[in-house]
């Protein structure tokens, strides 16, 4: 089973930034795409970036323009820069690694947005 260890989280003031690190356990190359979700509370758990094995990206219309996701394959580890954060960002922030076998997910960051 992949590992998948995601950190960078914490609280940080309306406008600021964060850049969360999603850690495998396995090869990038092994997965078609990783990608990042979050949950806030009361809520479901909601699709924010991917990046494909081949790097293609896209993003939910809601972080468009203040998120970029990246990655380091000889670190095998995928990244989340989360710019002009808003208190509507706030939430648990998981990656989920895709393959044709199923997918993995991480236990998750915690992204605080508060004044």
Same mark, same amino acid.
């Given at each position: 089973?992949?590992?998948?260890?995601?950190?960078?989280?914490?609280?940080?003031?309306?406008?600021?930034?964060?850049?969360?690190?999603?850690?495998?356990?396995?090869?990038?190359?092994?997965?078609?795409?990783?990608?990042?979700?979050? =949950?806030?509370?009361?809520? !479901?758990?909601?699709?924010? *970036?991917?990046?494909?094995? #081949?790097?293609?990206?896209?993003?939910? $219309?809601?972080?468009?323009?203040?998120?970029?996701?990246?990655?380091?394959?000889?670190?095998?580890?995928?990244?989340? =820069?989360?710019?002009?954060? !808003?208190?509507?960002?706030? *939430?648990?922030?998981?990656? #989920?690694?895709?393959?044709?076998?199923? $997918?993995?997910?991480?236990?998750?960051?915690?992204?605080?947005?508060?004044?």
């Amino acid at each position: 089973q992949v590992q998948l260890v995601e950190s960078g989280g914490g609280v940080v003031h309306p406008g600021g930034s964060l850049r969360l690190s999603c850690a495998s356990s396995e090869s990038l190359d092994n997965f078609s795409s990783i990608r990042w979700h979050r =949950q806030a509370p009361g809520k !479901e758990r909601a699709f924010v *970036a991917l990046i494909t094995h #081949q790097g293609a990206i896209k993003y939910d $219309d809601s972080v468009k323009g203040r998120f970029t996701i990246s990655r380091d394959v000889a670190k095998k580890t995928t990244y989340l =820069q989360m710019d002009t954060l !808003e208190p509507d960002d706030t *939430a648990r922030y998981y990656c #989920q690694a895709v393959s044709l076998l199923g $997918d993995d997910w991480g236990q998750g960051t915690q992204v605080t947005v508060s004044s």
